[in-house]
């Protein structure tokens, strides 16, 4: 289970693929989502079956969801996410009132 999931944050979406529909589309399950999804993939080395990471930003962040930016924004259960990267608000290098004079 993912704890300490935030907006801003960078996770990930272990999905299997179901079909290629183009010659760069695949077609994709995302689990506990109930909606088809699809991705580019101009590689065409994915198989039928084969697990692949999708990575996005949070959105929102519900007592058991999280909206991940997928294009489209994406709700899945929290526990269908894994972090990658903890988003650090930028830091001031100068104040922002000028010195006196």
Do not use: C, W
Request: glycine fraction near 4%.
């Amino acid at each position: 289970m993912a704890m300490g999931i935030k907006v801003g944050d960078e996770v990930a979406i272990t999905a299997i693929v179901r079909k290629r529909v183009t010659e760069d589309r695949v077609s994709v399950s995302i689990p506990h989502y109930g909606f088809p999804h699809s991705i580019v993939d101009r590689t065409s080395t994915l198989k039928k079956g084969q697990p692949i990471e999708l990575t996005g930003n949070v959105l929102r962040v519900d007592e058991n969801t999280v909206t991940v930016n997928l294009s489209p924004p994406v709700t899945v259960d929290i526990a269908a996410v894994k972090l990658v990267t903890s988003y650090v608000p930028p830091t001031k290098k100068k104040p922002l009132v000028d010195k006196p004079t």
